[in-house]
């Protein structure tokens, strides 16, 4: 290989371009030594046209179909610069051909590469990883039309059997691939359906857009098993055969991708594993990757895989994409040269990102709970001293400490005084009294919650529960209790989790399904993405910091279910499921809630999070050396039948040999060492730079690679069991009190203060923002508000008092005002009704739209009274527009009338024809009238 220092910029590009299309199939071939047949796909360099050689033109079966212009790679962000003159050279003519345009134009720098297929509709290009591959190049040369032209062609959706969120989720997806956009988000609210509702596009995309393949991203083993569960039952609306009649479905367990399979369901687990050509530990798979929170600083590799190319799938359907999963390893998803869809219920900022911020459905819980898709929910509050506040054990007292893995307990008294925090709670010591007292008030309750539920023998019969615990230690000590308070057995309550004894699966479909058990206590398995739809009470004896997480968790309960489907389980229902009960023991509704977990960069990060990292394949050198430190430690605290058990479960490492692995990983003189050792193999006249830079990668590699193989998901399990906090401290001392059990409301005193900063913060305000002086002093001047004002003021009012946006300002003056209606969706308007409250020109807080409709009325009735004017139907529906817009953004200007809703009505030209030289006096005196 020639040293790089040696060559210019340009041929740096083209050794890479080589590279890549070499792995991608192809024989590069230099335009002095042309042999056409000596592959399928043949790449040749310099090849003479009539405007000048083209840097590669790609020839399949002996036949050109494509060209490839190189730039040197500081050129990357400017490549798009350079299309005119790629294209120039694909509608040349080549020496000794008579050829037509070559369809096919890449533009690369061996790092960025952009392709455009010059036969789609409007050629666009694009980012992609590689090239594609020659067979792949020709399978799309064969079809008459390419996949964005027929996606121009589906028919008209199909309706039946659809909700009206499906269907407007499926037509607007189907118009964004119309429009050629490469990523798109369907929001839309947990039990509304988005598993069918990609399930019929998904159909549509197989049979209507001849789809190859399509591949659905789950981030856990549950979700896709309930995905293909999913298809199997899916049948279409135009068809009689089931989904899996017609289309061959694969849920992936291996690295193996079947060629004839349409539909892959994977976790994205799986499929980095896969592109690393390498299988996975199942064990990963099974917990929510959203509750992990290291982050590596770098991004997870991906490399070119031959076995599984660029453009292995059309399309990329992601569930749950708002997890911060896809943030981490969204370079696995930009591997595919595909259409990606997002779905999800809760988005955060980084979805909406990630997504080009296309979203093309949104449907959230609030309407789904508006149009009976979806039910509603109460909070009841439990709140105990202990779990409040903490406790206090005094030194010399004799307690059980608790082994975590055994749950083997011994007695011992303690040295000096011990006190705990909230936080150590179920984690460093258990109070089985709090427990016991959080459990006692919850059977208490449900007489108060569902007091109708007594069978003809005036026996209680308890709704189905789900209780999310802790830890898996925590789940166990809740089932024992519960027990026995209810005095019920086994059956009565039951734990899902992935390390339970039992098939969790068997007993989640018990739990659905048949009367017993009642009560299922879980931690991470069914917290999200799993369908109980009997499920009436969720209680929280665990707090969640991440937002979307508790979105997701709440979601377990909001599903509808018919009578006879619930009288099946619960046979003193008696009606149908009209709402659910969230039972806050620990203040899960009141904590404050991010939008995602914080990513920590800190020592403080959990053992388990390092180890799972570890096992996905994050190897970073911060990495490495916090485990190993933890191994350290750890290893002087087991006994010598645990260190036995270690080495058992570690290809007969000891625990610090294990750490001295992954510290060798990143030291200098062992790398070198290593390294030295494969030059060394190297005969002396081929032992270049770069083929030394490749002996230091691959010395590190191994390295790595030696100290990451011991930590699968059984040894991790173990090395997180056996660690010492090893024992818990069982306070039987204290006994807990219980503070409170009643319906949840908010808080007078909390409305009172919140609605005085915010009266506050206007009147401090109130002379540098021109929206606020306008309101104050000038309410004459409401006529000239505008969109842009009442935007800036939101904007400075989040920058300033981010605890006063207006959805938390409304709630406190609905508190306040006794008003039952909720917060408006568009915060602008509510915004500008709490404005006309604090000010005085509203006396209670009144919907925005709804002063707008009022007003309307009034100037409407006092036009029409009397010898006033009379407008005729053709005018009242314009009239009416007007006011929708003023009531969404403030004022209309005359210049509105070209653009939409009027502009699909005729515009200002029509409104001229109806209104005549009356138009702009029409157009004041709304503005004026209307914003009063």
């Known amino acids: 290989m020639t040293n790089n220092i040696n060559q210019n910029p340009e041929q740096i590009a083209r050794d890479k371009i080589d590279k890549m299309l070499t792995a991608a199939g192809w024989i590069v071939q230099s335009k002095n030594r042309v042999d056409l047949s000596a592959n399928k796909g043949v790449a040749v360099r310099e090849y003479q046209t009539d405007v000048g050689p083209a840097d590669y033109v790609l020839f399949i079966d002996r036949k050109p179909a494509g060209i490839i212009e190189a730039k040197k790679e500081e050129e990357g962000v400017r490549l798009t ?10 509608k040349s003519r080549l020496k000794f051909l008579n050829n037509d345009p070559l369809p096919f134009v890449y533009e690369s720098t061996g790092i960025l590469t952009r392709f455009t297929d010059h036969r789609d509709p409007k050629p666009r290009s694009r980012p992609v990883f590689s090239f594609h591959q020659p067979s792949s190049l020709e399978e799309m040369l064969k079809k008459p039309d390419t996949l964005r032209k027929r996606l121009q062609n589906m028919p008209e959706l199909n309706e039946e059997g659809l909700r009206p969120a499906q269907k407007k989720a499926v037509k607007n997806l189907e118009n964004s691939f119309k429009e050629n956009r490469p990523k798109a988000l369907v929001q839309m609210a947990t039990g509304a359906g988005k598993t069918f509702m990609a399930c019929t596009f998904i159909y549509r995309l197989l049979k209507h857009a001849d789809a190859k393949r399509i591949l659905f991203l789950v981030d856990t083993k549950n979700l896709g098993e309930q995905a293909e569960q999913e298809f199997l039952k899916f049948q ?16 992936l367990n291996s690295s193996y991708i079947a060629s004839d399979s349409q539909v892959c369901i994977s976790t994205i687990q799986r499929l980095y594993f896969i592109l690393q050509g390498k299988e996975l530990d199942e064990n990963l798979e099974q917990e929510n990757p959203n509750e992990k929170i290291w982050e590596k600083k770098e991004p997870l590799p991906v490399e070119y895989s031959a076995k599984n190319p660029i453009e292995q799938f059309d399309f990329v359907v992601v569930d749950e994409c708002h ?13 595919y040269d595909a259409f990606l869809i997002g779905l999800t219920a809760t988005p955060d900022k980084r979805t909406f990102g990630f997504f080009n911020e296309n979203v093309v459905s949104e449907y959230t819980y609030e309407e789904s709970v508006i149009d009976g898709v979806n039910v509603p929910y109460d909070v009841f509050t439990i709140e105990t001293e202990i779990t409040k506040k903490g406790a206090k054990i005094n030194a010399r007292e004799f307690v059980d400490k608790r082994e975590k893995l055994s749950r083997r307990k011994r007695w011992d008294r303690l040295d000096e005084d011990y006190d705990y925090t909230p936080s150590k709670l179920d984690k460093d010591v258990v109070n089985p009294s709090q427990i016991r007292l959080i459990v ?23 709704p189905k529960t789900l209780i999310f615990a802790k830890t898996d230690s925590h789940a166990d000590d809740i089932i024992e209790i519960v027990r026995e308070e209810f005095a019920e057995g086994n059956d009565f309550c039951k734990k899902v989790t992935y390390k339970t004894d039992e098939d969790p699966k068997s007993i989640l479909n018990r739990f659905r399904n048949s009367w017993a058990p009642r009560i299922a206590v879980t931690v991470d398995m069914i917290a999200t993405g799993t369908d109980v739809k009997p499920l009436e009470i969720l209680l929280f004896m665990r707090d969640v910091k991440s937002l979307n997480y508790f979105e997701q ?9 018919n009578f006879d489907d619930l009288k099946r389980v619960t046979r003193t229902a008696r009606h149908t499921k009209t709402h659910f009960v969230i039972i806050d023991a620990i203040g899960v509704t009141k904590s404050k809630k991010t939008d995602s977990r914080p990513l920590e960069r800190k020592p403080g990060i959990a053992l388990k999070d390092l180890l799972g990292a570890v096992a996905m394949g994050a190897h970073d050198e911060d990495l490495f050396t916090s485990l190993a430190n933890r191994l350290v430690r750890l290893e002087k605290q087991l006994s010598e039948d645990e260190k036995a058990k270690f080495r058992d479960m570690s290809k007969g490492r000891e625990v610090n040999q294990a750490a001295r692995d992954l510290l060798n990983a990143y030291d200098p003189d062992v790398i070198e060492d290593k390294t030295q050792a494969l030059i060394n193999q190297i005969p002396a006249q081929e032992r270049t730079p770069e083929k030394q830079a490749e002996c230091r990668k691959q010395a590190q590699e191994k390295l790595i690679t030696q100290a990451a193989s011991i930590f ?23 006994q807990d009190n219980l503070l409170k059990a009643e319906w949840s409301s908010y808080s007078r005193d909390k409305a009172q203060e919140v609605a005085r900063d915010f009266s506050k913060y206007l009147e401090t305000h109130k002379d540098e923002i021109k929206a606020l002086s306008i309101f104050y002093d000038q309410p004459y001047g409401l006529r000239e508000i505008t969109f842009k004002m009442i935007k800036d003021l939101l904007e400075k009012l989040k920058l300033d008092k981010p605890m006063l946006a207006p959805v938390y300002v409304w709630d406190a003056y609905a508190q306040l005002d006794n008003v039952k ?52 139907d053709e005018q009242m529906e314009w009239l009416r527009m007007l006011k929708d817009h003023i009531a969404a953004s403030f004022h209309v200007e005359m210049d509105d009338l070209d653009y939409t809703p009027f502009d699909a009505h005729g515009g200002r030209g029509k409104m001229w024809e109806l209104f005549g030289d009356g138009l702009g006096g029409i157009i004041d005196e709304l503005n004026e009238a209307l914003a009063a």
């Open 553 to 561: 968790m709440k979601g377990r309960g909001t599903r509808t279910i």
């Open 821 to 872: 209606s909720s917060s408006p969706k568009n915060e602008l308007t509510a915004l500008v009704s709490l404005i006309r409250r604090v000010t005085g020109l509203d006396k209670t807080l009144t919907p925005y739209n709804k002063t707008v409709d009022n007003n309307f009325k009034n100037w409407i009735f006092k036009k029409h009274s009397g010898a006033g004017e009379k407008f005729t």
């Open 712 to 734: 699968t998901g059984e040894l991790n399990e173990y090395i997180e069991n056996v660690r010492r906090v090893h024992e818990q401290i069982i306070d039987i001392i204290n």
């Open 236 to 251: 279409p609306n135009d068809d009689n055969r089931k989904f899996t009649e017609l289309y061959n479905v694969q849920r």
């Open 440 to 462: 006692k008030a919850f059977k208490k309750s449900l007489l108060t919650i569902f007091p109708d539920r007594f069978d003809e023998n005036r026996e209680f019969e308890v």
């Open 323 to 335: 997890r911060s999963i896809y943030n981490l390893w969204k370079q696995v998803l930009d591997y």
């Open 81 to 90: 610069v350079h299309e005119d003159q790629a294209e120039f050279y694909a």
